[in-house]
Every structure is written in structure tokens, then in C-alpha cells.
């Protein structure tokens, strides 16, 4: 972690008042964005006004989704001392329009038991992206899940069928059904889903502090709910379930309810390629 240092916002000791604050942030500062700050054990955070989680050595995650607003505040507040308040400029995303056609229409307009299903499903995923445990994997440094050609970006506003519909909050990577997924980070297994409606084979692990990473379309899921899991290791595989039009994985990254872009965090794709593991095999 914080190999990527912004200059901008690096304030290794910021004074404030008699007091150095010290606060680090690593990351991108665009919409989408997660970033990972240090400050000194003991020291709160506020995003915004809001507490944010602290863990006991003074890290932490803030998260900034597809449409946020692009000021911030963050605010350092020592256990005694002046605080430290920074602006946060988030810089703006150019998202691209994406027109997917040859899914199955029943995925794009959906009948009445389908609705309910798809319901019943949404509030499953949204309980375990809300999970706050202590973990502290979110530190560490991500990894592709899968490498291989990237074959759809996060935010795109999709057409499917020609028809408008939510934005994709995913990274995608085309790879053959069955190619291993791994996790890009530790974690425990928060959901384990055989066959959602739109995302099919669905696995979500939580990476700690309201940070976890879901992958969706699996064709098959080699972990369990409540399971422990190392970076690295191989977790399901990939597929072309639900609502895809051939394998491929899609990658999401959330903080608590914002769904963010794992590209903020994983090493940067090389030729419209992820590098990551299994990118070859066939
Ligand atoms: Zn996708």
C-alpha cells in the first residue's frame, strides 16, 4: 500500500495549530475511486461529517461512487489538538455508452415472478456488501482476480437488447468458462450464490472496513459462506450465468453501499489487458 502516493496529497505532517496531523492517502482521486489513508493510531476521521472506521494502527477506506459529487471533506481530528481539515477535488469521469445485444430478452424485461425474484436477490447482495467487520485485508495491495482482455469498463451506461438500463458498476474480463477466479485480496466469503437472476453465479468476499470485492456470471463457486480466504487463492470460476452474453468475469468493488472501480486499486491494465493470473489458459 501507498506505492502510489498522490503528491497533491501527501502531507506526511501537516501542521495544525502546535500539533502535526498526519494523514497519507493512497489512491485516485476521480469518481469510482477507492482510497486507502493512514493517520496516527488513536486519531478520528470524518468523511463529510460521518465517522469513518479507523483501525487501531490508524488506516482506513473512503470510497467515492460512479456519480459522486466531486467536493469532499475529510477531517483529521487528533485526541488533543487542532484538527486537520482537507478539501478533497475528485476529478470528473467520462463514462462510455455501452450497447449490449443477444442476452435473452427475459433479462431485460423481466415478468412479475422474475421481479420478485430479482428483489429477493437485491437485499441479499446489499446485507453482505453492508458487512463491517474488523478485517484488515483492504490494506494491502489488490491483485486481478483473473487476467486477460478487458471487455467492458466500470460505469458504462448500457443499452441491453437496445434498451436503457443501470449503469455497469463491473470490470469485465473475457476469459473461457471455467478459467479459476482467485481472490484478489483475504477475505471471508459473504455470499455465495449458485444462480442470480441478472448476475448468475455470485460470490462476494469481504475484505474488511465495509470493502469487499463481488464477482458476478460464475459457472461455479469452489468456496463457502463464513470461509476464510488468502489472496491468491482459487474461489470459483469463470462463467457466462445470468444476464452475459458469453464468459467473461466481472470484477466489483464496494465500500459498504458505494460500488466502486476496481481499476482505482488493481495493478493497471497493460494493451486492454488485466495482468493478472490464468490469463493464458485455454
Ligand atoms: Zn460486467
Same mark, same amino acid.
Given at each position: ?5 498522490? !503528491? ?9 495549530? !502546535? ?11 476521480? %469518481? ?59 476529478? =470528473? ?10 442476452? =435473452? ?16 436477490? !437485491?437485499? %441479499? ?31 458504462? %451506461?448500457?443499452?441491453?437488447? $437496445? ?46 472496513? $465495509? ?27 469463470? $462463467? ?27 495493478? =493497471?491494465?497493460?494493451? $486492454?489487458?488485466? =495482468? ?7
Amino acid at each position: 500500500m501507498f506505492r502510489k502516493i498522490l !503528491a497533491t496529497l501527501c502531507l506526511a505532517c501537516v501542521a495544525a495549530g !502546535a500539533v502535526a496531523v498526519e494523514l497519507e492517502l493512497d489512491g485516485q482521486l476521480t %469518481q469510482g475511486a477507492l482510497i486507502r489513508g493512514q493517520t496516527a493510531p488513536g486519531n478520528q476521521v470524518l468523511l463529510n461529517g460521518e465517522p469513518v472506521k479507523v483501525t487501531e494502527q490508524g488506516l482506513f477506506a473512503i470510497g467515492f461512487g460512479r456519480d459522486a459529487a466531486l467536493e469532499h471533506e475529510l477531517e483529521i481530528v487528533p485526541e488533543d489538538g487542532q484538527p486537520l481539515m482537507r478539501k478533497l477535488k475528485l476529478s =470528473p469521469r467520462d463514462y462510455e455508452i455501452q450497447r449490449v445485444e443477444g442476452v =435473452p430478452q427475459r433479462t431485460v424485461t423481466p415478468d412479475e415472478s422474475s421481479l420478485a425474484r430479482i428483489r429477493e436477490e !437485491a437485499a %441479499q447482495v446489499r446485507q453482505a456488501r453492508a458487512t463491517d467487520s474488523a478485517r484488515t485485508d483492504f490494506t494491502g495491495d489488490f491483485i486481478w482476480p483473473v487476467g486477460g482482455r478487458i471487455s467492458g469498463v466500470y460505469g458504462s %451506461q448500457r443499452f441491453y437488447n $437496445g434498451e436503457p438500463r443501470t449503469p455497469h458498476y463491473g470490470i469485465d474480463v473475457a476469459r473461457p468458462a471455467g478459467t479459476p477466479v482467485v481472490a484478489p485480496a483475504g477475505g471471508v466469503v459473504t455470499l455465495a450464490h449458485p444462480d442470480m437472476f441478472y448476475s448468475g453465479g455470485t460470490l462476494l468476499i469481504d475484505h474488511g472496513f $465495509g470493502v469487499s470485492s463481488t464477482f458476478l456470471h460464475l459457472s461455479e463457486i469452489l468456496v463457502e459462506e463464513g470461509q476464510e480466504v488468502s489472496q491468491g487463492e482459487n474461489v470459483a470460476r469463470v $462463467g457466462a450465468t445470468g444476464r452475459a452474453t458469453g464468459p467473461h468475469l466481472d470484477w466489483r468493488i464496494n465500500w459498504y453501499g458505494e460500488r466502486l472501480d476496481p481499476v482505482t486499486v488493481a495493478p =493497471p491494465i497493460v494493451d $486492454g489487458h488485466a =495482468p493478472g493470473p490464468n490469463a493464458e489458459q485455454e
